[in-house]
């Protein structure tokens, strides 16, 4: 496909927006890529903001809108801060009668989260839960960020929770 892409110039205006330059110049600001790109820049942001959908549409030549439609789509955009830690949450069929509810319950009491705040203030924890991980031999089953945690208990997911923090604050 023809590159047709306007090139991102560093004006003032845009000096907020440098990591998302560098990502769209790595890209050759070939619209082509918007899906790559949508995820090289949630991994700078941990999500993506709407302005920087917004900016992202100008140098591909692509409306707002389309942009945002691609972020919309796929469930693996998130248009919402998260915390540096996401955890993921089966609530498929095999997590759920294995009482996977009470592993969420756990997470929300411990880190004061619920269904409408799943992210703590310190952006540290995200807490949400998937139709399915497609690890059913390890139900309950959980996704810290990138690494799978099975057969776990409400006792094991708090557990996981104070690891991680004991290591932040060593760090």
Do not use: W
Request: glycine fraction near 4%; charged fraction near 25%.
């Amino acid at each position: 496909m023809e590159n047709d892409s306007l090139p991102v110039v560093l004006s003032p205006e845009t000096q907020r927006y440098s990591k998302v330059c560098e990502i769209l110049q790595r890209n050759n600001n070939d619209r082509s890529r918007l899906i790559p790109i949508l995820q090289q820049v949630q991994e700078e942001y941990h999500y993506l903001p709407e302005e920087v959908l917004t900016f992202i549409a100008t140098p591909l030549r692509l409306r707002p809108a389309e942009v945002y439609g691609v972020a919309t789509f796929y469930s693996h955009f998130a248009l919402q801060p998260k915390g540096k830690y996401t955890f993921r949450l089966c609530d498929g069929t095999a997590c759920h009668v294995r009482r996977s509810t009470a592993i969420l319950d756990a997470l929300y009491k411990h880190l004061e989260l619920s269904e409408a705040k799943s992210t703590t203030d310190d952006m540290l924890f995200t807490v949400e839960t998937v139709s399915c991980l497609g690890a059913c031999g390890l139900a309950p089953v959980m996704l810290v960020n990138e690494k799978v945690y099975g057969q776990v208990t409400p006792e094991k997911a708090v557990e996981i929770v104070n690891t991680i923090m004991a290591e932040e604050k060593a760090a």
